[in-house]
Nanobody, 124 residues
Framework: QVQLAESGGGWVQTGASLRLSCAAS????????MGWFRQAPGKEREFVAACSRDGGTASYAEAVKGRFTISKDNAKNTLFLQMNSLKPEDTAVYSCAAVTAGFLRVVAGYYDYWGQGTQVTVSS
């Protein structure tokens, strides 16, 4: 049973930083492309960032480009999302997800495994 477990969320003020982590239970983590998505109350889930299986290529939503950085540590089976200059509109539940086929994707439907999510709240 593959598990993805997010951590690192919390309550911060505008302009602060947070680093989210996503620990994977699978030994094939290095073969997966990974992504982060978020869902705010009353809104659809939206793409945040994704990276290739080796972490060398990344894609970002326009809303977070220049502020968020996705990274992947295959030796530790862990995905990260460094979030800087946080804004109230970044408030959401953030979930990591895996594409087992290994292709970087920005559409949620391509993802095979999902974590439960971690809450990020940014106050003004």
């Amino acid at each position: 049973q593959v598990q993805l477990a997010e951590s690192g969320g919390g309550w911060v003020q505008t302009g602060a930083s947070l680093r989210l982590s996503c620990a994977a239970s699978s030994r094939t983590f290095s073969k997966w492309a990974m992504g982060w998505f978020r869902q705010a109350p009353g809104k659809e889930r939206e793409f945040v960032a994704a990276c290739s299986r080796d972490g060398g290529t990344a894609s970002y939503a326009e809303a977070v480009k220049g502020r968020f950085t996705i990274s992947k540590d295959n030796a530790k089976n862990t995905l990260f999302l460094q979030m800087n200059s946080l804004k109230p509109e970044d408030t959401a539940v953030y979930s990591c997800a895996a594409v087992t086929a290994g292709f970087l994707r920005v559409v949620a439907g391509y993802y095979d495994y999902w974590g439960q999510g971690t809450q990020v709240t940014v106050s003004s």
